[in-house]
């Protein structure tokens, strides 16, 4: 159980070019869904928090506006880079924490296999 | 501001050793406690999760949780070379969005 999704794996872009990153809980309702990036070498940074239905909240120094996050449903979350730039390239994860079968999973938050993004 | 501190590593430590890993956490109103592993390359895998003082055993894992000195530990007995990851403390302060502060990871190496 628990189990969350991330779709592409791997993406190369050129830069200016916007990329959409989806992330899905397949066997839970995810109401809140964190957006992690990771440099080579580095710790977790988290990017934003997002619950079902409502607007990200963005930690401090992350642009809104260029890292778009939607979470339209229960089980789908989705991060847009808008405008790419090669210090853009990382490795995006999200995680979710919500219910399943009806009872509380917990505050345990379950990661994706992430994003590997590269911009050319 | 809410921190939490690993020794970043690497540990070094012979197969079927006990690895020990530790973490303080800043925030003395932190509720639960998670210990993710991250093999290099891969994103990160829960191994356990503690609430309470004391000791929790899951198979060769034991995470040790004591709020009153702001410590958590996990153990790893009889390690084994594919225990070699970075081992992630992470802690939820109550939130209610369930946000977790990370440490920074410890480099464990498990050497055949």
């Known amino acids: 159980g628990a189990v969350v999704s991330q779709h592409p794996s791997w993406v190369i872009c050129k830069s200016g070019t916007s990329v959409k990153i989806e992330c899905r809980s397949l066997?839970?309702?995810?109401?809140?869904m964190f957006w992690y990036r990771q440099f080579p070498k580095q710790s977790l940074m988290l990017m934003a928090t997002?619950?079902?239905?409502?607007?990200?909240?963005?930690e401090q120094g992350v642009e809104k506006d260029k890292f778009l996050i939607n979470h339209a449903s229960l089980t789908l979350s989705t991060l847009t880079v808008t405008s790419a730039h090669p210090e853009d390239s990382s490795f995006y994860i999200c995680?979710?924490?919500?219910?399943?079968?009806?009872?509380?999973?917990?505050?345990?938050?379950?990661f994706g296999p992430g994003t590997r993004l590269l911009v050319l | 501001q809410k921190e939490v501190e690993q020794n970043s590593g690497p540990l070094s430590v012979p197969e079927g050793a006990i690895a020990s890993l530790n973490c303080t956490y800043s925030?003395?109103?932190?509720?639960?406690f998670f210990w993710y592993r991250q093999y290099s390359g891969k994103s990160p895998e829960l191994i356990m999760s503690?609430?309470?003082?004391g000791d929790k055993e899951d198979g060769r894992f034991t995470a040790q949780l004591n709020k009153a000195s702001q410590y958590v530990s996990l153990l790893i007995r009889d390690s084994q070379p594919s225990d070699s990851a970075t081992y992630l403390c992470?802690?939820?302060?109550?939130?209610?969005?369930?946000?977790?502060?990370f440490g920074k990871g410890t480099l464990l190496t498990v050497n055949p």
């Open positions: 997002s619950n079902e239905g409502s607007k990200a909240t963005y």
């Open positions: 992470a802690v939820n302060s109550g939130g209610s969005n369930y946000k977790l502060t």
């Open positions: 995680s979710a924490t919500g219910y399943s079968g009806g009872a509380l999973a917990g505050e345990t938050q379950y």
């Open positions: 066997d839970f309702q995810a109401t809140t």
């Open positions: 925030d003395r109103g932190s509720q639960s």
């Open positions: 503690i609430y309470s003082n």
